[in-house]
């Protein structure tokens, strides 16, 4: 009995100390240095865009079609995340009644009235498409994602961005767990950062995450005003 009691008091002080194993403060999930996508265009701003189509993300030969299906919601959360705008999205099966296919390449050439069905339909104001260009689900994982804004009425590209994410880029490593560090999991037991360069659907949600946030905001910053004014 004594033998067992000492068992579980050791085991008691593992997941205690365990608890305290949080990536050091100097670590590169803390301080980097952190990705920073560079193939990215935009205007300054949306430009009144309100109402965005979210488009079922398109992964090509590349990409198992159940795949590129479980995206779709990854993508999804990540846009209303930024709060820029309304977003609809169609299902694969609603996309494909109206269109013919069940998700459409950025550089496809586009349905007839295509853009046109968009605004008459759902009320858009603009597009997003979303292509995977590199995918990678084991270690190291990579995904490559080109992603494209534009408008409806006289078509006119808001923001593009074409980057690929990859775990053996260190800072692309870093990004990913700062980010997983950051998102509500730090109170877990141990370090469990380096779970998101094993997990696809973590790694994803990260690399969503990071792409959409260079989405141009709605209006310039009060101070960007301010310094033109002066200007």
Not at 128 to 133: E, L, P
Not at 173 to 185: I, P
Request: aromatic share 8%; charged share 15%.
């Amino acid at each position: 009995m004594p033998r067992i009691s000492l068992s579980l008091g050791l085991l008691t002080l593992i997941l205690l100390s365990a608890g305290c194993m949080t990536p050091a403060i100097n670590d590169e999930a803390r301080v980097g240095p952190f990705f920073h996508p560079k193939n990215v265009v935009s205007d300054l701003t949306l430009g009144g865009v309100r109402r965005v189509v979210l488009l079922p993300v398109w992964g090509g030969q590349g990409v198992p079609e159940e795949s590129a299906a479980s995206l779709d919601p990854v993508f999804r959360q990540a846009l209303q995340d930024q709060n820029r705008f309304e977003i609809v999205a169609p299902s694969r099966q609603e996309f494909l009644s109206r269109f013919g296919a069940e998700a459409l390449s950025s550089t496809a050439a586009l349905p007839h009235d295509f853009m046109s069905t968009l605004k008459r339909v759902y009320g858009a104001d603009a597009v997003m498409f979303v292509d995977i260009t590199v995918y990678r689900p084991y270690p190291p994982l990579a995904l490559g994602i080109r992603g494209k804004l534009a408008t409806v009425n006289a078509p006119h590209l808001i923001w593009a961005f074409d980057n690929v994410y990859s775990a053996d880029n260190p800072e692309v490593a870093a990004g990913a767990r700062h980010y997983f560090l950051h998102s509500g999991n730090q109170d877990v037991p141990g370090d469990l950062t380096p779970a998101i360069l094993q997990s696809p659907s973590r790694f994803a949600t990260y690399a969503s995450h990071s792409a959409f946030a260079t989405l141009p905001p709605v209006v310039l910053p009060a101070l960007t005003h301010a310094s033109d004014a002066r200007n």
